[in-house]
């Protein structure tokens, strides 16, 4: 049974840092293509970040820059780790494996 859970989420200020981390069972995570996802209330869930096996990467221009997706085969576990957060990055944070989803971890960046 894969299963996927987040964690790392909280309150932060303008200007702050995250790190979300996510832990992967029941699949071979080294040879597995990662995303993270978010859903902002009242919005539709977009797509954030992408690393692929031979740790390629890729990320929606809105965080760009501020945000990067790192992964640890040894402990089957992806990152992202949030820089210069804004408030409109507040929303919940999913990781995906194809056709599995986590729980979510919320991230609220406000003052």
């Known amino acids: 049974q894969v299963q996927l859970v987040e964690s790392g989420g909280g309150l932060v200020q303008p200007g702050g840092s995250l790190r979300l981390s996510c832990t992967v069972s029941g699949t071979i995570f080294s040879i597995s293509t990662m995303n993270w996802y978010r859903q902002a209330p009242g919005k539709q869930r977009e797509w954030v970040a992408q690393?692929?096996?031979?740790?390629?990467?890729g990320y929606a221009d809105s965080v760009k820059d501020r945000f990067t997706i790192s992964r640890d085969n040894a402990k089957n576990t992806m990152y992202l780790q949030m820089n210069s957060l804004k408030p409109e990055d507040t929303a919940v944070y999913y990781c995906?494996?194809?056709?599995?989803w986590g729980q979510g971890t919320q991230v609220t960046v406000s003052s």
């Open positions: 995906n494996l194809p056709n599995y």
């Open positions: 690393i692929t096996p031979g740790d390629t990467s």
